[in-house]
C-alpha cells in the first residue's frame, strides 16, 4: 500500500520538505496523472489528507506515491506490487505514471500482476524462491514457459472481465 500522511497534497509530495518547490510538485503531479484530480479539490494542493490517506482513493493514494518518488527524482527505485490493489479502470492511469517514474532510473519491481512489468529490460521470474526464468517480454513469451502460462491465464482473466488485455 502507498503510505500517505496527515498533511496537505503538496506536504504528502513533497515528504514535508521545505526545499523543494511548488513547481517541482506540480510537474510531479502532472507526470504522475494527477493534475485533473488536485485541481477537482477545493483546496488544491492545500487539500489536506487525512492520516494514512484515507479521504482519497486507493489509485490516488498510488499515484500520490508515485508524485512523491517524482519529485524525490532517486536513482534506484523498489516497487512492490505497484498496481496490485487498483481496478482495471485505474491501472491504465497508474501504469502511464509508472512508465514516467520508470524511465532512466534503475528499479526493481515486484509483481504479480504482469502488466506492470511487461516493458522491463528484463523480467526474472521467481517460483518457488528460486529464479526459474529471465528474459524480456518477448524472450518469456516466446520460452513458452511459466511466464508464459501466466501471462495466458492472467490474459484471459482480463478478457472475461471486460478490461483490455495486457
Avoid at 504528502?12 to 479539490?41: C, K, P
Avoid at 529490460?121 to 513458452?144: F, N, P
Wanted: hydrophobic share 40%; aromatic share 4%.
Amino acid at each position: 500500500d502507498a503510505f500517505l500522511f496527515r498533511g496537505t497534497v503538496g506536504e504528502n509530495v513533497s515528504l514535508g520538505r521545505a526545499d523543494t518547490s511548488e513547481a517541482l510538485v506540480r510537474e510531479a503531479i502532472e507526470a504522475a496523472s494527477l493534475t485533473e484530480f488536485v485541481a477537482g479539490l477545493s483546496g488544491g494542493l492545500s487539500e489536506e489528507i487525512r492520516e494514512r490517506g484515507n479521504n482519497v482513493s486507493v489509485g490516488q493514494r498510488q499515484l500520490l506515491a508515485f508524485a512523491r518518488a517524482l519529485a524525490y527524482d532517486p536513482r534506484i527505485l523498489i516497487l512492490d506490487e505497484a498496481t496490485s490493489s487498483v481496478d482495471t479502470e485505474t491501472e491504465s492511469r497508474v501504469q502511464h505514471a509508472l512508465d514516467r517514474l520508470l524511465a532512466d532510473r534503475t528499479a526493481i519491481v515486484i509483481a504479480h500482476r504482469l502488466s506492470t512489468i511487461e516493458k522491463a529490460d528484463r523480467i526474472v521470474v521467481m517460483h518457488h524462491g528460486r529464479i526459474h526464468e529471465i528474459g524480456t517480454h518477448r524472450e518469456l513469451l516466446e520460452a513458452d514457459d511459466l511466464y508464459a502460462r501466466l501471462h495466458a491465464l492472467q490474459y484471459v482473466r482480463r478478457q472475461n472481465r471486460g478490461g483490455s488485455a495486457a
